[in-house]
């Protein structure tokens, strides 16, 4: 069994942006800059935009956060984003989700100018990236794609299961391993709350994504012999142990699973850390105007 360190690869591919950052200033260019929209003071949503922040000053991009308080009127909210969309000192910028149930998230990603849409979420992105053109592509999925690459895993012609089919994760993700490309290539099957024959999917599987937001739930008998295991899953789960109360869980009964993989990623340090990448190098890209001019 091999582990997938998302830890050390998302260090790597860092290094690699800020090398470009670097590249980019020693051109007279301006270092990209990435602002982030944040509702409310959710402790999930706190931890990852402090997060994003953090990388950004790694990479050496210049980034901005606006906050506003959770009573904020849609109204607000969309007047920010229209004036971000008009900012030309902004390359790219996000509005971290969720957001507040009186404001429809729809509606603000679709205000969003999807030239300036590093998280992947308009629907223009979206399009583009299910027929195969240049785009910003949804970070988590983009991070899987970026460890198989990095890990030289084969999927061409496997049977990949996907477990999940959100708007962020589940959809693009299958949409990305049936793309006739590497990593891709796969006979994709998408799994879900409604799905049948989920277990005996998941057995014939040579490549498990699991992202259902469900602790635990991919058991041994679930995994064929040498399949590849990636664990999307991040729920906090009350832990009197931990300093912060809580313990990240993925989807995988990590333990019992491990033994049966060729690959598999932990939780924390495997996916989590490329998510947090992805938005990074699409952040260098829409600097550098690299998808849309
Ligand atoms: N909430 C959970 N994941 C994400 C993400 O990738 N982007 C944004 N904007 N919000 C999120």
Redesign the pocket.
């Given at each position: 069994m091999k582990l997938i360190d998302g830890k050390a690869i998302a260090e790597q591919v860092k290094l690699e942006i800020a090398e470009e950052v670097k590249a980019m200033l020693a051109q007279g260019k301006r270092a990209p800059h990435l602002a982030?929209i944040l509702v409310g003071h959710d402790g999930?949503?706190e931890t990852?935009v402090a997060a994003k922040i953090k990388a950004c000053e790694f990479c050496g991009f210049r980034s901005s956060l606006i906050r506003f308080e959770e009573d904020v009127t849609e109204e607000t909210l969309l007047a920010k984003v229209r004036e971000l969309n008009e900012d030309e000192g902004v390359d790219g910028f996000?509005?971290?989700?969720?957001l507040p149930r009186h404001i429809s998230e729809q509606k603000v990603i679709e205000t969003i100018d999807y030239r300036k849409d590093v998280?992947g979420?308009h629907p223009i992105n979206v399009g583009r990236m299910s027929i195969g053109l240049p785009c910003y592509v949804?970070?988590?999925p983009n991070g899987i794609i970026e460890l198989l690459r990095r890990y030289e895993i084969e999927t061409s012609g496997k049977k990949c299961v996907v477990l999940g089919r959100s708007n962020?994760v589940g959809k693009p993700m299958a949409s990305l391993m049936m793309q006739k490309a590497y990593p891709g290539d796969a006979t994709v099957t998408v799994c879900h709350s409604r799905s049948k024959d989920l277990v005996k999917e998941c057995r014939e599987a040579d490549i498990i994504i699991a992202a259902l937001g469900q602790p635990n739930f991919v058991k041994a008998d679930m995994v064929k012999e040498g399949a590849v295991v990636i664990d999307v899953g991040t729920t906090r789960v009350p832990d009197a142990s931990k300093k912060s109360g809580f313990k990240l869980t993925g989807d995988v009964l990590f333990d019992e699973v491990a033994p049966k993989c060729s690959y598999i990623t932990p939780v924390p340090g495997g996916v989590g850390p490329m998510?947090i990448v992805s938005?990074m190098k699409n952040t260098l890209l829409a600097g550098k105007k690299e998808i849309y001019s």
């Open positions: 982030a999930g949503s990852y996000i509005v971290q989700l969720p998280d979420f949804s970070a988590t962020i998510t938005l």
